[in-house]
């Protein structure tokens, strides 16, 4: 039972340490929405979202208002598209505009779920999902799109990694205009779960109930002053504990959360996702936890070291907490969303060797990277494969959202405004991988996956 104490002892981090709810998450199922004629399939899509999450945005400000609790995001996460397309047919456009519409009419910020789980091969509707998304994140504000192109028991599907590298930088062309903004509302994952409330990659899972409430919950600037007071000859025994610590009143107050939208709007209640997520603002970065913890700066040699201990700890912390732990759950650590990774790749401390051996113990993956723009396909495409592979081995979640700065010098940057922040490019390997890539197939699952 949640106690008003839970809520009490946040009211100083909210204040002074950037606490916040990052999202509540409406999943929502369309399964019955699919329909042999597109037109109306996207009308039953249209009515069920407007009639499951029109009071969404209305209850997340009511428990703002109650509880002095900041709620960054409201947004909708639903069955992927690929899947209604494959008994319509048509042009899967129209789906994205149909998204794109609701979530304007509901007044969500994000809605997710323009996907295709491909993980082991393409049903019918998957390669024309695929193949739109270039053009369906240029036409829409709203819409996330994200492509399962791996797992541990499945192993990697190539042909589909392959076809995701032209995908992300023919997203950027297309908005090369607008910051190439396409291929930031694009996530290749391995592993993607079916429950994860953050975009760009959440989609609402087969396995979920009808209408669900996800919340995902931030707070590293809490973590972060909470390291500050300790003297820095504490032991790494003590860190983790005050991490743990804090963790639980973290996901605590992320459990309040959930529960009263899961009472005021009438539907079950899913998950507390407790992940560290990062903001451009000062005092609300993962990269300034592990600083505190004793590296000078994030991307120096204890960078791996510390963010293991500081994910754990975190997973540890929260699962005292809630018995409704899920989603990806941990420390994220995207590029241009945390003030401290902004700062350690324009200096070059943090480069993309150090990123990738972070994301074997982080919760994700290779998250808003800015890359050169002339940067070509097949090179994306193995960036995938090994950040896949990865996730693959080590029975993990992990994806690459990546952003190829078309048009842009290497001494550039691209702004994206708000939580997505801002980032300079990042030099990357451009040794070909090309025949590797263009080879397709499946990289077979692992020994590991064998577990039955």
Same mark, same amino acid.
């Given at each position: 039972?949640?106690? %008003? ?35 109306? !399939? ?11 999450? &029109? ?89 996330? !799109? ?28 297309? @908005? ?33 109930? /009808? ?22 000859? @504490? ?13 639980? &009143? ?58 293991? %201990? ?75 494969? /090994? ?23 290497? /001494? ?9 922040? !801002?980032?300079?490019? %990042? ?6 991988? &090309? ?15 064998? &577990?039955?």
């Amino acid at each position: 039972m949640l106690e %008003m104490q839970n809520v009490i002892e946040t009211v100083s981090m909210i204040k002074e340490d950037n606490l916040d709810i990052r999202t509540i998450t409406m999943g929502i199922s369309l399964v019955d929405c699919a329909d042999g004629d597109i037109d109306r !399939s996207c009308e039953k899509i249209y009515n069920k979202i407007y009639t499951s999450a &029109k009071d969404l945005v209305k209850t997340g400000e009511l428990i703002e208002g109650k509880f002095g609790i900041p709620i960054v995001n409201k947004r909708i996460a639903v069955t992927p598209i690929s899947q209604l397309l494959a008994a319509s047919g048509g042009d899967p456009l129209k789906y994205a505009r149909v998204l794109d519409k609701v979530a304007q009419d509901i007044g969500v910020n994000y809605i997710g779920g323009y996907s295709a789980l491909v993980h082991k091969g393409f049903s019918k509707g998957d390669l024309e999902l695929i193949q739109s998304i270039p053009q369906a994140m240029a036409e829409t504000n709203h819409v996330c !799109s994200s492509v399962n192109i791996g797992s541990t028991r499945a192993g990697i599907n190539m042909d589909a990694v392959a076809m995701m590298g032209n995908i992300v930088r023919e997203a950027a062309e297309l @908005t090369q205009d607008n910051e190439c903004m396409g291929a930031s509302k694009i996530v290749v994952f391995c592993n993607a779960v079916e429950d994860n409330p953050f975009m760009a990659g959440a989609f609402h899972g087969s396995g979920e109930p /009808d209408v669900v409430i996800n919340v995902g919950v931030s707070g590293p600037g809490v973590v972060r002053t909470a390291l500050a007071k300790l003297d820095k000859s @504490t032991s790494l025994e003590v860190v983790a504990d005050t991490i743990k610590q804090t963790a639980f &009143k973290i996901t605590r107050m992320g459990q309040l959360v959930g529960t009263q939208a899961s009472e005021m709007l009438g539907v079950p209640f899913g998950i507390v996702d407790l992940s560290l997520a990062p903001t451009p603002a000062v005092g609300d970065s993962v990269a300034h936890i592990l600083e505190e913890i004793g590296l000078d700066q994030v991307g120096a040699h204890g960078s791996i070291a510390t963010l293991a %201990m500081l994910n754990d700890a975190v997973k540890k912390g929260g699962v005292m907490a809630s018995s409704h732990v899920g989603g990806l759950s941990g420390a994220f650590i995207p590029v241009t969303e945390d003030a401290g990774m902004i700062a350690a790749a324009a200096n070059g401390t943090l480069n993309i060797e150090t990123l990738m051996s972070m994301t074997a113990v982080c919760s994700v993956g290779l998250d808003m990277i800015v890359i050169p723009g002339t940067t070509p396909p097949e090179v994306i495409s193995a960036l995938i494969a /090994d950040e896949a592979a990865i996730g693959m081995i080590n029975s993990k979640t992990t994806a690459v959202r990546v952003i190829p700065a078309i048009g842009r010098s290497d /001494d550039e940057s691209l702004d994206f405004g708000g939580l997505f922040g !801002s980032g300079t490019v %990042m030099p990357l390997n451009q040794t070909s991988p &090309k025949v590797f890539v263009d080879r397709g197939g499946r990289i077979p699952a692992p020994i590991q996956s064998l &577990k039955n």
